[in-house]
């Protein structure tokens, strides 16, 4: 599809510590928990530094720019792990912790081209499908069940 190996690999690049024997479950929580808190921090100050650039008007640009350059630096990992691989621990402060708290589309885009080398293009095109409208249908109940328990108006 893309000419990235993702199917091969990706289930056991997600699975990432379980294989991995050198790394304990406390260093995974310590990986995972400080990419977190930099993706997080990276992003809420991108989206602002664009919003206030960009007049902060209705069109999410700051949240469309992270999705779309976390996708990016998601292609990046996986190319290096389709080269000379990245290391369990790296895989998961940097793809996990980072990128996972920096935008979740970036998980979303590499388990699209997973599904799609894997299972061939109608699967992936239906996991794209289910996820944004699911998505979008459990949103917008949500939203109804707030504002019907008495939520903001």
Do not use: C, H
């Amino acid at each position: 599809m893309v000419g990235l190996r993702a199917g091969r690999w990706l289930d056991s690049a997600m699975a990432g510590p379980e294989n991995d024997s050198m790394i304990m479950w406390w260093q995974v929580l310590l990986l995972v928990g400080a990419g977190g808190a930099l993706g997080g921090l990276t992003r809420f100050w991108l989206v602002q530094w664009i919003d206030n650039r960009t007049g902060g008007g209705r069109f999410p640009w700051g949240t469309l720019a992270v999705n779309v350059s976390g996708a990016l630096m998601i292609g990046l990992a996986l190319g290096r792990v389709s080269g000379p691989a990245l290391t369990s621990w790296l895989w998961l402060l940097l793809v996990v912790g980072v990128l996972g708290s920096f935008t979740t589309v970036s998980s979303f885009s590499l388990q699209v081209v997973g599904v799609a080398e894997r299972d061939g293009l109608r699967p992936a095109v239906l996991y794209i499908l289910l996820t944004l409208a699911g998505g979008l249908t459990l949103v917008s109940l949500g939203y109804g069940l707030a504002r019907a328990a008495g939520g903001a108006a």
